[in-house]
């Protein structure tokens, strides 16, 4: 009985996987008879799974209406299922999901934003750029992530303008879709970007300015001096993965540092950079350091680079 009772209670709870209006025609009833086998997990659909799904793309524009209505389930699977359709459909679907992002239900204009991502059809852009700012932070989220995927540099400025967002997850797409555009304006604000409070954010700065590569390293190197902690150590650390004789040269200096999480990380990087320009810098370090993991590094510079 009391196996029965849970069980009852996680059915009412969960509720149904789908909640989109009931078919109206024989085409809407034709695509919910192909989803169930598309988005099915059951073994008996195994080998039909890929033909249902071609078989709802073939069908184009006119499957995308019952599709989006479709994506206000709650189930992972299926929205994979129908992200994956739409991908298959491609820019013929843009125009009924652009037209869609003035729906009512957040999550569903999240994902439609997610899918036109996937699709990467610049005509989307403006449409987008309508709901960047949502009342809900997991739209803003998604549109970000859309417009960096789409890499339509038009929408440069306005999604910088979600690096001030008060939620770390926009900010986080908002600094991977500009990474994505790579535009060397970028550059200083992803620096900045280093400092945030949220971890997330800052990582995703430094891969981005990785990215950039060499174009990045002058940039970083004026910003070692930061005031904000944060930033220059990340700083530093993104040097090391950029790598090359500049960016050794930038590191050099901080091996000085007073602070020996500062030295540690700098001659950390040192050893990541692949240039041996900073080596007699760390060999006079090590004559007066003091701190293990500040000396841990130095002698792995060292040997690395004694070949040299």
Avoid at 232 to 243: C, E
């Amino acid at each position: 009985m009391k196996y029965l009772l849970s069980s009852i209670l996680i059915l009412i709870l969960a509720g149904p996987a789908v909640t989109e209006p009931p078919p109206e025609n024989d085409l809407e009833r034709r695509i919910d008879s192909l989803f169930i086998i598309a988005s099915s997990g059951d073994i008996k659909y195994r080998d039909s799974v890929d033909q249902a799904i071609d078989s709802i793309a073939v069908i184009g524009a006119a499957a995308v209406p019952r599709l989006v209505e479709k994506y206000t389930t709650q189930s992972a699977r299926e929205r994979h299922t129908i992200n994956n359709i739409l991908k298959k459909i491609g820019s013929d679907a843009v125009p009924y999901l652009t037209k869609s992002l003035a729906l009512s239900d957040p999550e569903q204009v999240s994902r439609i934003c997610y899918s036109l991502g996937e699709i990467g059809d610049k005509y989307a852009t403006k449409s987008i750029l309508k709901v960047l700012h949502h009342d809900h932070w997991w739209v803003r989220s998604s549109c970000a992530g859309a417009l960096g995927d789409i890499c339509d540099t038009a929408a440069f400025d306005e999604v910088l303008s979600l690096f001030e967002d008060t939620v770390e997850s926009v900010r986080k797409s908002a600094v991977v879709a500009v990474g994505k555009m790579e535009k060397e304006e970028a550059i200083p604000l992803l620096i900045h970007m280093l400092g945030d409070p949220y971890y997330g954010v800052r990582m995703t700065a430094s891969e981005a300015l990785e990215k950039f590569g060499q174009e990045a390293v002058p940039y970083l190197a004026d910003s070692l001096v930061s005031a904000n902690y944060l930033a220059g150590n990340l700083g530093i650390v993104t040097l090391g993965r950029i790598g090359g004789d500049r960016a050794a040269e930038a590191l050099a200096p901080q091996i000085k540092s007073s602070d020996p999480i500062r030295r540690a990380l700098a001659v950390e990087a040192i050893l990541h950079s692949n240039s041996s320009l900073a080596c007699s810098y760390v060999e006079e370090l090590k004559e007066t350091e003091t701190d293990p993991a500040v000396l841990y590094y130095i002698d792995l510079v060292l040997e690395k680079y004694a070949a040299r």
